[in-house]
């Protein structure tokens, strides 16, 4: 019989040790070699730092590089593209200074195959592509060593690192995906130009590779300011394919004999917004047949593509997401990241005939009774310029129910991006909230991927008005069901979400309380601060810059954190260099000067998304010691309690 308990005060197995203890915290690509896989996994006991492991057929996984080496690259910020497999030898890139290394057996020294920058990470590489004698990598290398924004090109370098790097291209602001044909005579990339982003246009370009490592003949196949271009591959037979939105959906196309054509065209998205390098959502199987991971209304799944019949086929499996970098493929086995409704993240084989799945690594080994697992219920209402999207997630302890006529606190979530989605595979965030008794609903507010470019367009312009009201309607939905209580909603996001929430709190009635993770405040001083590669992103998402600057300032946080009245944490990494911390702390000054019941965190050593074990643990511990007290309830778990100042906290 489950004891009645208050709503926040269920005692539940999925603690912050839970959370934090295991060794893999993510997997951030895949690939398929000859002898074996390969694969990218963040540990956070280990500072953080991301390792390449490989396992070899019949044997067991073993790491790539040594203890000290992080395998990750700062180009464009957010990395992505960090390694390249040829052969026996992999390539990696050093977080700590940006250079290239070689590996030619697990856990041996790396050789550098790139300069000594003139200090650490002046000159980044990423999202490599290897020819196929082994010889020559292309790759992207960003440099820093020049005055003004960064400086981005294509360069080919000796993969023994026998000679320094050569500019193949260079005059757009951004390259992204050089691939050179299984030939070895064509270069494909994709690149655009202030003021777009790569989710807006992008051009589709290829190139001859002649004998002396130059380009000749350049072209462009596809693309343009409208059109949205990603992940160029070539097939074994050497014809280039990439997807682009230019149907309003990210579906597959190939060139053929100078001719554009669709492979396949559906609504459906085949491809997620390029914020990373070394996306990769299909390959090429033995048989001609293309797997794909396929995106309707932010499910996710993998599908066989018949090129002849241009049709598409579900492979029966129980994941419903696939990591946006982790596709690979040996014959007819398929190698990615999957995660189910009740199993979270996993490297996995995947025979695609027999809809056959073997896991290789989990990104944690402990049980979880799945009595504990709150499912995703999807979620539609009536939002800000359409129908808008979420998923649901009840209250869930078999053990605990709340006394009659009580309503649970909701947590309303805003994903970051805001050019991306959430997903219904397993998160133990979530669940470490609807275990304990707290409903929880993550909204896919317009402007989110997964339903086609009309939906996310909804935000083009609207920053700020959109998403909050998408938010205020998801909390609206669930009251008026009965499924949530009003008077305790509390609405928390990351990065783009939380500059929502920083908005909500300021010109919003609904949200009892706020929680921000390094949420832009200031729309006119981020503008100058943030990084190359998102330099107008705010222009996508408020309006011209500088013509429009009276919008932004209206659009900011800051300029309504005098309206502020309820309680609000704030979260922030020190060393975030997306959101640096002056943007946190300008919120705290406000609502210190106002009297407003507050909490500012701080976490040394952190940058735009908390990595290590330490600093994950205790955004969650003092998120739900916020919580506790803003909504009355007593945490069933021994966890650090935050001081929030002005606060007389709430009982029941």
């Known amino acids: 019989m489950p004891t009645a308990a208050p709503y926040g005060s269920w005692e539940s197995p999925i603690t912050t040790e839970f959370l934090t203890g295991g060794g893999v915290v993510g997997f951030d690509g895949v690939a398929a070699a000859d002898t074996g896989i390969f694969w990218l996994e963040r540990r956070p006991h280990e500072g953080g730092r991301t390792v390449l492991v490989f396992r070899p057929d019949g044997g067991e996984p073993v790491d790539v590089v040594p203890r000290d080496f992080n395998v990750r690259t700062r180009v464009h910020e957010y990395g992505g593209g960090a390694f390249i497999v040829h052969g026996t030898s992999v390539w990696c890139s050093s977080f700590d200074d940006g250079r290239l290394y070689r590996f030619d057996e697990p856990g041996g020294a790396g050789q550098p195959v790139t300069p000594q920058p003139p200090q650490p990470n002046a000159w980044r590489y990423a999202d490599g592509s290897m020819a196929p004698d082994g010889s020559t990598i292309v790759c992207v290398r960003e440099r820093h060593d020049v005055d003004g924004e960064p400086l981005n090109e294509l360069v080919a370098l000796a993969a023994d690192g026998s000679g320094g790097p050569?500019?193949?291209?260079?005059?757009?602001?951004?390259?992204?995906?050089?691939?050179?044909?299984?030939?070895?005579?064509?270069?494909?990339?994709?690149?655009?130009?202030?003021?777009?982003?790569?989710?807006?246009?992008?051009?589709l370009c290829v190139a001859e590779l002649a004998a002396d490592g130059t380009l000749t003949g350049g072209r462009r196949v596809a693309g343009g300011q409208t059109e949205s271009v990603t992940q160029p591959v070539w097939s074994p037979d050497g014809v280039l394919h990439f997807a682009s939105d230019a149907n309003g959906w990210w579906n597959l196309y190939a060139e053929d004999g100078g001719e554009v054509r669709a492979v396949c065209e559906t609504d459906a998205e085949l491809a997620p917004p390029q914020w990373i390098f070394g996306i990769s959502t299909y390959a090429f199987l033995d048989d001609g047949r293309i797997a794909a991971v396929v995106t309707r209304r932010a499910i996710e799944s993998l599908e066989l593509i018949d090129p002849a019949s241009r049709t598409l086929t579900?492979?029966?499996?129980?994941?419903?997401?696939?990591?946006?970098?982790?596709?690979?493929?040996?014959?007819?086995?398929?190698?990615?990241?999957?995660?189910?409704?009740?199993?979270?993240?996993?490297?996995?084989?995947?025979?695609?005939d027999s809809a056959t799945f073997d896991v290789v690594r989990r990104e944690t080994e402990a049980d979880l009774d799945e009595r504990f697992i709150a499912h995703a219920e999807p979620i539609a209402f009536a939002g800000d310029g359409?129908?808008?999207?979420?998923?649901?997630?009840?209250?869930?302890?078999?053990?605990?129910?709340?006394?009659?006529?009580?309503?649970?606190?909701?947590?309303?979530?805003?994903?970051?991006?805001?050019?991306?989605?959430?997903?219904?595979?397993?998160?133990?965030?979530?669940?470490?909230?609807?275990?304990?008794?707290?409903?929880?609903?993550?909204?896919?507010?317009?402007?989110?991927?997964?339903?086609?470019?009309?939906?996310?367009?909804?935000?083009?312009?609207?920053?700020?008005?959109?998403?909050?009201?998408?938010?205020?309607?998801?909390?609206h939905h669930l009251a008026d069901a009965g499924r949530a209580d009003p008077d305790r909603t509390l609405i928390t996001g990351g990065s783009a979400g939380g500059y929502t929430t920083l908005m909500a709190m300021g010109v919003s009635d609904v949200f009892a309380a706020g929680v921000s993770e390094f949420g832009v405040a200031d729309l006119v001083t981020f503008h100058g601060e943030t990084h190359k590669f998102e330099a107008h992103y705010d222009e996508y998402l408020v309006g011209k810059w500088?013509?429009?600057?009276?919008?932004?300032?209206?659009?900011?946080?800051?300029?309504?954190?005098?309206?502020?009245?309820?309680?609000?944490?704030?979260?922030?990494?020190?060393?975030?260099?997306?959101?640096?911390?002056?943007?946190?702390?300008?919120?705290?000054?406000?609502?210190?000067?106002?009297?407003?019941?507050?909490?500012?965190?701080?976490?040394?050593?952190?940058?735009?998304?908390?990595?290590?074990?330490?600093?994950?643990?205790?955004?969650?511990?003092?998120?739900?010691?916020?919580?506790?007290?803003?909504?009355?309830?007593?945490?069933?778990?021994?966890i650090e309690q935050i001081d929030v100042a002005n606060l007389q906290p709430a009982t029941r």
């Open 314 to 352: 579900p492979v029966n499996l129980p994941f419903n997401e696939y990591s946006a970098w982790s596709v690979a493929a040996r014959g007819a086995t398929i190698v990615t990241v999957a995660a189910t409704a009740t199993e979270g993240p996993a490297v996995v084989t995947i025979d695609v």
């Open 386 to 475: 359409g129908q808008s999207y979420a998923f649901y997630y009840a209250p869930t302890n078999p053990n605990f129910a709340a006394p009659e006529g009580e309503l649970p606190p909701l947590v309303v979530h805003v994903h970051g991006g805001p050019t991306a989605h959430t997903t219904s595979a397993l998160n133990l965030a979530i669940q470490f909230y609807t275990s304990r008794g707290i409903a929880y609903v993550d909204v896919n507010y317009g402007g989110s991927t997964g339903y086609g470019r009309e939906f996310r367009e909804r935000l083009r312009g609207a920053w700020g008005i959109v998403d909050v009201r998408d938010a205020e309607a998801a909390a």
């Open 546 to 638: 500088p013509e429009q600057e009276e919008l932004y300032r209206e659009r900011s946080p800051v300029a309504h954190a005098d309206n502020i009245s309820k309680p609000l944490l704030l979260l922030q990494g020190l060393d975030d260099k997306v959101v640096p911390p002056s943007q946190a702390e300008a919120i705290a000054a406000a609502l210190d000067r106002n009297g407003v019941p507050y909490a500012y965190v701080a976490f040394e050593g952190e940058g735009h998304g908390f990595r290590g074990a330490d600093a994950r643990r205790r955004a969650f511990e003092v998120t739900l010691s916020f919580m506790s007290q803003v909504f009355g309830f007593r945490p069933a778990d021994e």
């Open 166 to 203: 050569r500019v193949l291209a260079s005059g757009r602001d951004f390259y992204s995906s050089p691939r050179i044909s299984p030939d070895g005579r064509r270069v494909a990339w994709t690149a655009w130009d202030h003021p777009l982003l790569p989710f807006e246009g992008t051009d």
